[in-house]
């Protein structure tokens, strides 16, 4: 018979067949630490006009579909006094009209036109019964026919992937989120809410609202430097490509 030596490529075979291989995996993770960051509006109280956020994740990349917009919101009646109003079949995103992110070049980045309406019919179609029955309560999605912001006010937790560009399962890089600009342009009260009515008895017409404490909370990661040179010499010799889909208003 040939006499064949035995390699570590087959000895390490010969011992994984019989349950003798004792090395641990080869590490596949990149990350080196994994972070949860905040990022606070210009201002930290909103009754009109828009809300202005530029990220400041400096060389952290990001998972926009685990990252949420956080703020409290209060409806009130004419005379600014604090009522209960009903979100209707919506939810927290109907005071938000138009959303527009910006790069920090100054470069639009993404624009979605009537953004509670487009929010709304895309959860209610794409997302399970099982969603609005759980996660989407915390959004402001109630199963019953009410959907009422209690007169002090309500916090709500509004998932950033309602966003076209960071609908996306892939880590956004700091060459894209360094220094963007996220713009929230709020909406009329009368379109946001409805009268509320409890037990038959109307509450009030709301005439406004405030939004305080507005935050993004980002689901951030610092990877390795030799990956963070891989990506940087992606982006300098080839760039980096990131495609998402775009809700235009008109056709």
């Known amino acids: 018979q040939e006499n064949v ?4 490529s087959m000895s390490n075979a010969l011992l994984s067949v019989n349950k003798m291989l004792y090395k641990m995996p080869p590490a596949l993770g990149i990350c080196q630490r994994r972070n ?9 109280s909103y009754t009109s006009g828009t809300m202005v956020l530029d990220c400041q994740l400096g060389s952290d990349f990001c998972d926009p579909r685990n990252s949420y917009i956080r703020f409290k919101l209060t409806a009130k009646d004419a005379g600014g006094a604090n009522i209960p109003a009903d979100l209707a079949s919506g939810s927290a995103v109907n005071v938000i009209n138009r959303i527009l992110v910006n790069t920090r070049t ?3 980045l993404c624009r979605v036109e009537n953004a ?19 996660v989407a309560r915390i959004q402001g999605y109630a199963d019953n026919t009410q959907n009422l912001t209690p007169p002090d006010g309500q916090v ?7 966003i076209p560009c960071f ?7 700091p060459q894209l989120m360094e220094g963007i600009r996220i713009e929230l342009f709020l909406e009329d009260a009368s379109t946001a809410f409805r009268e509320a009515l409890i037990s038959g008895v109307a509450q009030g017409v709301p005439a406004s609202y405030q939004i305080d404490n507005p935050e993004i909370h980002w689901d951030s990661f610092d990877i390795a430097d030799a990956y963070k040179r891989k990506i940087a010499q992606m982006a300098s010799s080839s760039g980096l490509s990131l495609v998402h889909k775009e809700w235009f208003h008109t056709i």
């Open 167 to 173: 609908d996306t399962d892939k880590l956004l890089p």
């Open 106 to 108: 100054g470069k639009e």
């Open 5 to 8: 030596s035995v390699g570590d």
């Open 116 to 134: 509670n309406l487009i929010t709304k019919f895309n959860q209610l179609y794409n997302c399970e019964e099982d969603w609005l029955r759980t």
């Open 156 to 162: 709500y937790v509004i998932p950033l992937s309602i």
């Open 36 to 44: 949860h960051r905040t990022d606070y509006f210009q201002r930290s």
